[in-house]
T-cell receptor, first 113, second 111 residues
Framework: DARVTQTPRDKVTEMGQEVTMRCQPILGHNTVFWYRQTMMQGLELLAYFRNRAPLDDSGMPKDRFSAEMPDATLATLKIQPSEPRDSAVYFC???????????FGPGTRLLVL | GNSVTQMEGPVTLSEEAFLTINCTYTATGYPSLFWYVQYPGEGLQLLLKATKADDKGSNKGFEATYRKETTSFHLEKGSVQVSDSAVYFCALTIRDDKIIFGKGTRLHILP
């Protein structure tokens, strides 16, 4: 049963610290998405990759957030420095161009104190 | 631009009640339409989809029909269960990798 995996599942950190979240997309998928979910803003698209190339990161605060795909099996989302307003659940999703469906990971719950 | 509007929640129903969650869309072109569901503590998962006008998507007793004339894709279920308690997202895509999601509707089913 192929699934998207995310690590860590939970992260508590202090303001100013660096946070790195990792995602392993489903093998063979060529698109990867990073979302942030909060009660106030709902689900927001932060960045999206196709074939490891970033296509859209307009939803991401550029000064502190960065997203990369070092290889086809790993996507990372980094926050440096972290702030309390970054507290949220961060989801990774993967898909295959043409199939339209996205498959979501279980999320990383981030709390910045 | 392309957008999805769905009814605000929370929606609270008793077990075995009939469910409707309204969803309308605005799109340039011919979108594919989806309902995703998010159970507590989990990521979103696809519930059903429809790719062209008059198609009906169905899964787990849920149904939604793609209505081009009313630009709607309302989610229905004839008899809800406590286990259906979740957040439901209406969404669309237009021949693109990106999906545009609605804000979600929280559903509570009381035993």
């Amino acid at each position: 049963d192929a699934r998207v995996t995310q690590t860590p599942r939970d992260k508590v950190t202090e303001m100013g610290q660096e946070v790195t979240m990792r995602c392993q997309p489903i093998l063979g998928h060529n698109t990867v998405f990073w979302y942030r979910q909060t009660m106030m803003q709902g689900l927001e698209l932060l960045a999206y990759f196709r074939n490891r190339a970033p296509l859209d990161d307009s939803g991401m605060p550029k000064d502190r957030f960065s997203a990369e795909m070092p290889d086809a099996t790993l996507a990372t989302l980094k926050i440096q420095p972290s702030e309390p307003r970054d507290s949220a659940v961060y989801f990774c999703a993967s898909g295959l161009t043409g199939l339209e469906t996205q498959y979501f990971g279980p999320g990383t719950r981030l709390l910045v104190l | 631009g392309n957008s999805v509007t769905q009814m605000e929640g929370p929606v609270t129903l008793s077990e075995e009640a009939f469910l409707t969650i309204n969803c309308t869309y605005t799109a340039t072109g011919y979108p594919s339409l989806f309902w995703y569901v998010q159970y507590p503590g989990e990521g979103l998962q696809l519930l059903l989809k429809a790719t062209k006008a008059d198609d009906k998507g169905s899964n787990k007793g849920f149904e939604a029909t793609y209505r081009k004339e009313t630009t709607s894709f309302h989610l229905e279920k004839g008899s809800v269960q406590v286990s259906d308690s979740a957040v439901y997202f209406c969404a669309l895509t237009i021949r693109d990798d990106k999906i545009i999601f609605g804000k979600g509707t929280r559903l509570h089913i009381l035993p």
